[in-house]
């Protein structure tokens, strides 16, 4: 069908669609959604988790703002700095942490441990010093922590604003329980299990972070990082800069985000709500309506919480 007998609805959400496949294209991970017929893998479709991972407006929005808080936290951030190509190839980084949070939350059991199982091993190799002189290592229990956690918050917080889905009383302590088992399945300890223990954790550890050199540059390639897409610089600005409307505020002060940015970050933020359902609609047979098929549930059901269990 011609883009003018689409309409300029259909016609968006090719252009969507199209630019979705363009960053994120199909079958290079070799994760295989839609076998084993049956496995629910580590989650399934009556999980907080499988809802919240399938809206991808939210998810990568959630993902630049995972982005902002990591670089606040100086052992952290120098695995990056001393094992990464980040500053050539930060969207095939990109692609590689997709791939691993999709895997682990919707490819089946065994092909969801290897991929835990990879990437420990890969952890065991990721070693060294601070700029301070302060050792670390990437398998560090606490570091593990503070990765999954500032992921697990900003992916919750990019659903909550893109959705367009709210959520029961409760869901976001479900989330945060769920979720948790791959990072402990990495060896992360102690990991917060609910939004009241994610607050006493980031409370706890704001002392440790903060915004110096090595922050500073990581923030300056991700605001340049090219898009193998049409309207790179366009699509950089509208997802950065709504994933940065996320932040909580102790995190913008930190990163010393001006009056002037945040109104930015807000405006990006009501640009991707609004468009947020084309996205939807471009993307029916995405990943998590893959591996619904696989375990004979419809897509839709994705969207209600009808059969999710709250309960603690």
């Known amino acids: 069908m011609s883009e003018s007998r689409k309409g300029p609805v259909g016609a968006m959400q090719a252009a969507i669609r199209g630019w979705v496949l363009g960053v994120f294209p199909r079958g290079q991970s070799g994760i295989e959604y839609e076998t084993p017929v049956g496995d629910a893998g580590l989650f399934g479709p009556d999980t907080v988790t499988w809802r919240v991972h399938a809206d991808f407006p939210g998810m990568l929005a959630g993902g630049m703002c995972a982005l902002l808080l990591q670089a606040l936290h100086p052992r952290a951030l120098a695995g990056v700095w001393d094992h990464s190509d980040f500053r050539t190839d930060l969207v095939g980084r990109l692609r ?5 949070v999709a895997g682990t939350t919707y490819a089946g059991t065994e092909q969801a441990h290897q991929l835990i199982t990879r990437v420990a091993a890969i952890h065991t190799r990721v070693r060294g010093t601070t700029a301070d002189g302060v050792a670390y290592s990437a398998d560090d229990p606490e570091l593990l922590t503070w990765v999954h956690v500032s992921e697990a918050y900003a992916f919750l917080q990019g659903f909550r604003a893109y959705a367009g889905m709210p959520g029961p009383t409760g869901f976001d302590d479900r989330y945060y329980d769920e979720s948790r088992r791959v990072a402990e399945a990495l060896g992360a300890h102690d990991v917060p299990a609910s939004s009241a223990a994610v607050a006493a954790y980031f409370e706890r550890v704001r002392p440790e972070l903060r915004f110096d050199a090595r922050s500073r540059e990581v923030l300056a390639v991700l605001r340049r990082v090219r898009l193998p897409v049409p309207g790179a610089t366009l699509s950089r600005e509208v997802f950065l800069g709504a994933g940065a409307a996320l932040l909580p505020p102790w995190a ?19 640009l991707l709500r609004a ?3 084309l996205f939807r609609a471009a993307l029916p047979d995405g990943i998590a309506p893959r591996a619904c098929r696989r375990v004979g549930v419809e897509p839709e059901r994705l969207r209600h919480w009808d059969d999710v269990e709250l309960g603690r």
């Open 96 to 100: 590689r942490t997709t791939a691993f």
């Open 252 to 270: 913008e002060t930190l990163l010393e985000v001006t009056p002037l940015q945040r109104a930015r970050h807000r405006a990006c933020a009501r």
């Open 275 to 277: 468009t947020a359902p």
